[in-house]
């Protein structure tokens, strides 16, 4: 079978860990029965221990909530355990939940207003579902640990029978199912909270024994929990309706063809799901490479939601790659959708990154895949600032230019005039109306800076309308100052080699958003990029490559879109197909 429609069949697979027993009907157990392994505490001192077939959990004085978490991080899943809580304590089981080693900011819009809630380093924070053995009897409600609070308690007529459905000092089981921005509970068959909430897709499991404070009556006072059981359903809806989450365009004729270049989306800002089909559509039609473009897929309806950062199916699209092209933002994609990324760097094969590709990850510091964390400074020193700085040669550092206010001109570095990634480029043919981002200088090891980014002064008035923000190709006045004294290199190519693999290359743009490629300046210089990151440097033309666009391009605005957009816009993969 051909690998690209074997990659439409895919439903997903799961990878079991010794401390996840799998079972016959799809769940596996998250406690192996014999020691905490794959667990790890966090928050307050309060004790664990096992027991038989169960997990103890036994409260101190004078310490905060404590947490016994899984190491690995799930986004949509079904967990079903059964617990047993002394009627002095108070406790929960968190999902979706995560810890930092850096302050993190939230932000929840209420109408047109926003708040900014702020998190503590190592502070315990996520979706929480209450174990409530008082009078009020809230348990199976879902309470935002560490942030905003009861999201859905269980005051009201409509919760009555979920609320007597509790059973003190006996055994009680949760049915818990995530799907998307969808949380739904159940207590001993009894349907209990109905939330719909998107602030976090994916996180840990955690075993909450709460903070009793210097109650001496509730010191030693236990909760057991058993049976904790999770079937993964992160790849559930990796087809919809037969179709794969992805698009495969087979290229034409030209110099590519029989190369495959894997395009990874899922940014929030920069409408990289615009400009990825429009860029591998280019490289498919005009000169023969076979493309692959990948989207951040919400797993509930099966749609492109860029603010959904823990789902990107196909990623094994990458096992028979010639060139894996990513711009990302802050994800924390799940083991299975990772590890094809980390065999593929591992094996050294090319890498281009595209602008906020320089902080692809967010992995919180007890992930599996922590060290490919924009901010990671951790014992694998090699990683240090995560996948951005160690293969593409910076993370994210700063906005150099005014961001919607100040474009960016490009201009050939000293000594790449004659780099075969920009025949056809001249001094000013490449501009955006992203801005200039910052890096360190001077760029790590054999980097080679190919193009400067002068930050631009518009000649016209802001314009919050247009997708341009008023800023014209015909912009070509300098600010003036330190912003372009240096410029900062906004195209670049180095060397990488990630620990235990082999040697690659990498080429970084930090232009590149799906404005940006109604520029052929831009296009020309992505489209050179991929003629040399896989070996055809020699078949770029003196004058450039063809980089006419492929059908109605008209893309949109780079900003935030928050709140319910993305389920209202209902963005389907089958727009980017080609007829």
Sequence with gaps: MNKHCALALLGGFLLLSS??????????????????????????????HIEGDEIVGTSVPKTGNSFLCTEK???????????????????????????YDEPQ???????????????SPGRVHGYQVEIDPSDRAWSAGIYDEGRRGWLNNLAGDEHKEARAAFKQNEWNHYRIEARGDHIQTWINGVPAANLHDDMTPAGFIALQVHG??????????????????????????????????WVHYVGKEGPGKGKHIVFISGDEEYRSEEALPQLAKILSQRHGFDCTVLFAINPETGLIDPNYGSNIPGTEALDDADLMVIFTRFRNLPDQQMQPIDDYLKAGKPVIGIRTATHAFNVPRDGTWAHYGNSYHGDKDAWTEGFGQLVLGENWVSHHGHHRHESTLGFIADGAESHPILRGIGDGDIWGPTDVYGVKLPLPGDSKPLVLGQVTKRDGDYNDKDPLFGMK?????????????????????????????????????????????????????????CYGLTGLASEIPEDGTNVDLVGDFQPTAFEFRKGDYWSKRKMSVDEHRLD
Excluded at 105 to 119: A, L, T
Excluded at 223 to 229: A, L
Aim: hydrophobic share 35%; glycine share 12%; net charge neutral.
């Design 212 to 245: 009793i404070g210097g109650d001496e009556k509730k010191v030693g006072k236990q909760i057991r929990w058993k049976n904790i059981r999770l079937k993964d359903l992160s790849q559930d809806t990796a087809a919809i309706d037969g179709k794969a989450p």
């Design 73 to 99: 991080h799930y986004s949509d899943f079904l967990l079903e355990v059964d617990y047993k809580v002394d009627p002095l304590l108070n406790s929960g089981i968190q999902i979706r939940s995560n810890v």
């Design 105 to 119: 900011e939230y932000v929840v819009k209420n109408g047109d207003q926003e708040k900014v809630i702020k998190v």
């Design 473 to 529: 190709p015909t912009d070509r006045t300098p600010i003036e100052g330190a912003k372009n004294d240096p410029m900062m290199p906004v195209v670049w190519t180095k060397s990488y080699q990630v620990p235990g693999g082999q040697e690659g290359h990498a080429m970084t743009s930090t232009i590149g958003s799906s404005t940006d490629l109604l520029n052929e300046g831009v296009r020309r210089v992505l489209v050179n990029g």
């Design 19 to 48: 401390t996840a027993l799998a079972e016959g009907d799809g769940f596996v157990s998250l406690f192996n029965g014999k020691n905490l392994d794959g667990w790890v505490q966090h928050g307050g001192t309060a004790k664990y």
